[in-house]
C-alpha cells in the first residue's frame, strides 16, 4: 500500500513564495518497495479541470506547464521518496489545490490528499 502525503500548503500574497513538499509511504506485505518512474504535481482551481503543473522523472530533465515556466521549480530525492514544488511569483490565478501524484514503471498511479494554496492579490 502506497500513501502520498503532502504540506506546505496556504495563504500567501501575490509575488510570494511557497514550498510543497510529498512523501511517499509505503507498507507491503511481500516487502516488495515500490518505485517510481515519475513523480509531479497537479493542480484544480474551482471549476476547472486538474492540470498538470510539473513531472520529474527518475532521471532526466522536468517538465513544466507554460504558465509556471521560470516560477516553479520541481525536485525529487529519491532516496526518501519525497517531490517538492518550490513555487516563486506567485500570482492568483495560482490558487489552486495541489495534488501529489506517483507513477510506477507499470504506470499505476497514486495521488496525495491534496493541499490548497491560495494566492491573495
Known amino acids: 500500500q502506497v500513501q502520498l502525503v503532502e504540506s506546505g500548503g496556504g495563504l500567501v500574497e501575490a509575488g510570494g513564495s511557497l514550498s510543497l513538499s510529498c512523501t511517499a509511504s509505503?507498507?507491503?506485505?511481500?516487502?516488495?518497495?515500490?518505485?517510481?518512474?515519475?513523480m509531479a504535481w497537479y493542480r484544480q482551481a474551482p471549476g476547472r479541470q486538474r492540470e498538470l503543473v510539473a513531472r520529474?522523472?527518475?532521471?532526466?530533465?522536468?517538465y513544466y506547464v507554460d504558465s509556471v515556466q521560470g516560477r516553479f521549480t520541481i525536485s525529487r530525492d529519491n532516496a526518501r521518496n519525497t517531490v517538492y514544488l518550490q513555487m516563486n511569483s506567485l500570482k492568483a490565478e495560482d490558487t489552486a489545490v495541489y495534488y501529489c501524484?506517483?507513477?510506477?514503471?507499470?504506470?499505476?498511479?497514486?495521488w496525495g490528499q491534496g493541499t490548497l494554496v491560495t494566492v491573495s492579490s
Open positions: 509505503q507498507s507491503t506485505d511481500s516487502g516488495t518497495i515500490v518505485s517510481f518512474s515519475a
Open positions: 520529474i522523472p527518475a532521471s532526466g530533465a522536468a
Open positions: 501524484n506517483a507513477q510506477t514503471i507499470l504506470a499505476t498511479n497514486y
